[in-house]
């Protein structure tokens, strides 16, 4: 079974700052999604990560996605207070008839001014 | 413009009785997905549908039904079997995995809230 783990559960950081959220997955594939929530809303695609080493940037978000070692990242540069939302990777284990999209926990960022 | 609807945003259930969710979508996507999220929680998959038709269990399926009558459409039912269901519930289509791309969009969620 796919187990999809994210860390931190919970992150904490000052305005300027920079940090890594981590998601580390289970089974083989190269297909990888990052989604942002806002408290009460619904999910926000990010980011699509197709191949090895994909590599996607947007603003002070960077994501990038390495296979082989089954670990996706996703960095926020010069944190501001928008970027505060809970960040959601999601896998798709590939092939076979039964295929769906795991989700890890979700990574709740407060940025604090 | 397309994209996923689900009705209604907000729903009451009294003790007993069965409601039914609404997903509807006109991206023209094969697969189908009903999450459910607690608070502070992060998404658990109810039941999913990579075909018109075709069905499958997720994770927590246990008091819910679902069909897939329509391409377009995939209503989640809540019975009385669910013990606790309050939640936020959330509706999702991906395109069909052959494409390569299966990124999810998600519709707006329907809070249902037991009273």
């Known amino acids: 079974e796919l187990k999809v783990e994210q860390n931190p559960l919970f992150l904490s950081m000052q305005e300027g700052k920079n940090y890594t959220i981590y998601c580390n997955y289970s089974?083989?594939?190269?297909?990888l999604y990052w989604y942002r929530q806002d408290p009460g809303k619904s999910l926000e695609s990010l980011f699509v990560?197709?191949?090895?080493?994909a590599v996607k940037q947007e603003g002070r978000l960077m994501a990038s996605l390495d296979t082989k070692a089954r670990l996706s990242t996703l960095h926020i540069t010069a944190a501001v207070h928008d970027l505060s939302a809970t960040y959601f990777c999601?896998?798709?284990?590939?092939?076979?008839?039964?295929?769906?999209?795991?989700f890890g926990k979700g990574t709740l960022l407060t940025v604090n001014p | 413009d397309g994209g996923i609807t689900q009705s209604p945003k907000y729903l009451f259930r009294k003790e007993g009785q069965n409601v039914t969710l609404s997903c509807e979508q006109n991206l023209n996507h094969d697969a189908m997905y009903w999450y459910r999220q607690d608070p502070g929680q992060g998404l658990r998959l109810i039941y999913y549908?990579?075909?018109?038709?075709?069905?499958q269990k997720g994770d927590i399926a246990e008091g819910y039904s679902v069909s897939r009558e329509k391409k377009e459409s995939f209503p989640l039912t809540v019975t009385s079997a669910q013990k606790n269901p309050t939640a936020f519930y959330l509706c999702a289509s991906t395109r069909g995995q052959w494409t390569g791309n299966t990124e999810a969009f998600f519709g707006q969620g329907t809070r249902l809230t037991v009273v």
């Open positions: 549908s990579q075909i018109v038709n075709d069905f």
């Open positions: 089974t083989t594939s190269d297909r």
């Open positions: 999601a896998v798709d284990v590939n092939g076979g008839s039964n295929y769906k999209l795991t």
């Open positions: 990560l197709l191949s090895n080493g």
